[in-house]
């Protein structure tokens, strides 16, 4: 049905997860975000800024794309909730804004991920290292068994994923706060097209101003310029096709509109730090 094809976020995975000092996974970076609410034990999680406690009582945030690394040395629990969010949607929230890590969990929202569990079972992780589980075949697997939900079930699960992610909205920060109707159309337009080969004088002509002004102004709104943001957008793809995707990365390349395949290697490993045959090879 034409509604579970546009929710906007997808839940691939809900479940409860005891380790005994077996946490630890290196240079973990997937097209999903992961929420977490701790139960026993004390964790950390090694972000590129920031080491981060992960302790009882809280719950935490991974968005998307966020290169990080787990490390656990005793006894530890915690339910893991893993969201994919639709890349037609025309927002997106987990890619829109800047979220904290952590924030206090309440008691409402300890029931609410319970409860998110009961609704989907059988949706836990058979294995816990990413390796297993963050490839092409398990993510559209979990999209598939998400797609087969009856609508009720839908609806609460997507109710209580918005609730969650509510705890995280409250200190979070817009990424770009585009004031300028005509800079917030192009972004649209990037974001449909992020596949062909978008101009500048596409985008001028979208937004009817000349050439330097559009640059000038896409700069001052979203503080890159429209070349680096199209370049940012179509790297994020690109992570999701190799993950998703088994075609040779210089097909991917070319889907992207990529004429040339080593500038896109090249460009692929300035915005994530490995070339695209390392990334694909840690999956």
């Given amino acids: 049905m034409k509604e579970k094809e546009n929710t906007d976020l997808i839940l691939l995975n809900i479940g409860y997860a005891v380790h005994r000092a077996d946490w630890n996974y290196k240079n973990v970076n997937s097209p999903f975000a992961r929420i977490y609410l701790v139960r026993q034990g004390i964790a950390k999680l090694h972000l590129q800024d920031q080491v981060q406690s992960l302790t009882p009582g809280h719950l935490y945030l991974i968005p998307p794309f966020t290169l990080h690394s787990y490390e656990c040395d005793d006894f530890y629990t915690l339910y893991y909730i893993h969201i994919y969010e639709n890349p037609l949607s025309n927002q997106r929230i987990l890619e829109d804004y800047i979220f904290p890590v952590e924030v206090d969990a309440t008691p409402l929202d300890s029931q609410l991920v319970e409860q998110l569990a009961v609704i989907n079972p059988g949706r836990n992780l058979k294995e816990y290292d990413p390796s297993n589980y963050d490839n092409s075949s398990t993510l559209m697997q979990n999209i598939l068994l998400h797609t087969k939900n009856p609508t009720y079930t839908m609806m609460e699960t997507q109710g209580i994923l918005l609730q969650l992610l509510s705890r995280f909205m409250k200190e ?35 937004c009817c101003l000349s050439k330097d002004h559009f640059i000038r102004l896409f700069k001052e709104e979203m503080h890159i310029t429209p070349v680096q943001y199209i370049n940012q957008k179509k790297i994020e793809k690109a992570q999701l096709l190799i993950i998703t995707d088994n075609r040779p990365v210089k097909d991917i390349a070319y889907t992207l509109s990529f004429e040339n395949v080593s500038y896109f290697n090249r460009l692929f490993k300035r915005y994530t730090g490995l070339t695209p045959v390392m990334y694909k090879s840690k999956l």
Avoid: F, P, S
């Fill in 172 to 206: 979070a920060t817009h990424k770009y706060e585009i004031t300028d109707n005509r800079i917030r159309k192009t972004i649209r337009y990037i974001r449909k097209n992020i596949d062909k080969n978008i101009t500048i004088d596409e985008l001028t002509e979208i």
